[in-house]
């Protein structure tokens, strides 16, 4: 466990580099839950994450002989950008290894914060392939591997997050939310609190699909998730840090999902109504709010919104889920017959007033009375649906619902 002592050093190792970033009073999350929501804003690091933390005060912590070496860091993330940007400010070589498929423009970031310091390697489909690549480079050569959270220094970097939280505000904190990926931010965060407010309940937030830590305190032991939803990429892990875990599971109160659908509309809540960019894993802490709202009340809380690299590619992606989990927008097949006038009378008398055809697709085909159709209907009220599927089946025209199959859903999402 990161002691109080270390902590202050990483933080003075970070000053200057790492920004001190604003702790704020959010008006409308404080009336919706009638209290004092504040958001500590790790959006506003340069790097966009908090990620920078720990990458700097674990990369300079490294001895002349370890830094001449170089050092080594697989991630397709906000960890490489923390990296990189490290790597340059320090001036040690650094290699990043990230998943062939990563987006370019993610590319491109960690390239502009590494400049001439780094280079990047492209290796294997996942991020498992990149790690495996990046360790194999670390033991032929001999280079520190630079990991993104199951480590002392990385952890004491996250840490001073929670130092800093304390510093800002002269009011009891009765809770802390935080995101968990690989739990190094948690860890450290959570750390600080257990000496310096050990009345605060921290509770822990991983997104539905990747409940990695979750399943681990409930097993008592680090377990390894065969699959995860990595739509919440910078909170997705199949496996969390053994250093993590141990800490976590001694100093957390409470550990909680959240739906990936509920943190694609608090995304866009953030963008429409505040005006801030966010993540998916940094809108993870003010998603889970609605769990605890009966609990807040009158209290002095605080969320941390861990990062905003948010691809805006993503976003008709993002409009889609937050839809879906808001029972807003379905997916049939339609058997329509094969005559003239079947998709007026669709149109006219089977859909509602307020409901909207968003994707169609339809093939005709020769010599059969009834052809299939592929359609997604967005309504405006959830208790338009049985009423739409009922004259689906009066008037024939029901095939399949497709939302809750997920084998043919994954195809159209």
């Known amino acids: 466990m990161p002691t109080l002592e270390n902590v202050r050093k990483a933080a003075a190792t970070l000053n200057g580099v790492a920004a001190v970033t604003p702790l704020t009073h ?10 004092n929501i504040m958001l500590k804003r790790e959006d506003l ?18 001895t002349k002989e370890e830094r001449e070496k170089g050092i080594v860091c697989a991630s397709a993330g906000n960890h490489s950008q ?34 001439d310091y780094i280079d990047i390697v492209l290796e294997g489909d996942t991020f498992d392939d990149a790690y495996k690549a990046a360790m194999t480079e670390c033991k032929r050569v001999g280079k520190t591997f630079v990991h993104p959270f199951d480590d002392e220094k990385v952890i004491e970097g996250q840490a001073t997050v929670g130092l800093e939280i304390l510093e800002q505000t ?72 053994d250093r993590t875990f141990a800490i976590c599971q001694q100093l957390l109160d409470e ?4 739906p990936e659908g509920k943190v694609c509309q608090e995304i866009l809540d953030l963008y429409n109504k505040d005006a801030i960019v966010v993540e998916p894993a940094g809108a993870l802490t003010l998603s889970a709010l609605e769990q605890f709202k009966d609990k807040l009340k009158g209290k002095n809380v605080v969320c941390v919104v861990s990062g905003s690299n948010n691809d805006i590619t ?37 859909l509602g007033p307020t409901d909207d055809i968003t994707h169609f697709q339809y093939t005709k085909k020769n010599a059969k009375e009834n052809a299939p159709a592929v359609v997604g209907i967005e309504l405006k009220n959830p208790s ?13 025209f029901f095939g399949e619902y497709l939302n809750n199959k997920p084998d043919l859903f994954q195809y159209l999402v």
């Not at 340059?88 to 650094?94: A, Q």
């Not at 948690?186 to 990747?210: C, H, N, R, Y």
């Open 45 to 62: 690091q340069v790097v966009r994450s908090y990620k920078i933390r720990g990458a700097y005060n674990k990369i300079s912590s490294l």
């Open 26 to 35: 959010s008006l409308r999350y404080s009336k919706e839950f009638d209290a």
């Open 170 to 241: 002269k009011k009891r904190i009765d809770y802390v939310f935080v995101a968990i990926g690989g739990g190094g931010l948690a860890s450290g965060l959570a750390s600080v609190f257990d000496v310096l407010s050990p009345q605060t309940k921290i509770i822990g937030v991983e997104p539905m699909g990747a409940p990695s830590m979750k399943t681990s305190l409930q097993n008592k032991k680090n377990t390894e998730l065969q699959e995860i939803d990595k739509f919440v990429d910078g909170a997705a892990v199949q496996r969390v840090g």
């Open 82 to 115: 923390g990296v990189a940007f490290s790597c340059k400010e320090l001036k040690i070589k650094g290699t990043i290894y990230m998943p062939a498929p990563t987006p370019q423009q993610k590319i491109e970031q960690v390239q502009m914060f590494g400049e």
């Open 255 to 258: 550990m909680i999902t959240v």
């Open 384 to 396: 338009d649906l049985d009423p739409l599927i009922e004259r689906m089946k009066s008037k024939n």
């Open 314 to 350: 993503r976003t008709a992606e993002i409009k889609e889920r937050a839809l879906l989990y808001a029972n807003l927008k379905h997916y049939f097949i339609i058997r329509f017959p094969q005559r003239a006038g079947a998709l007026k009378e669709f149109v006219a008398e089977i």
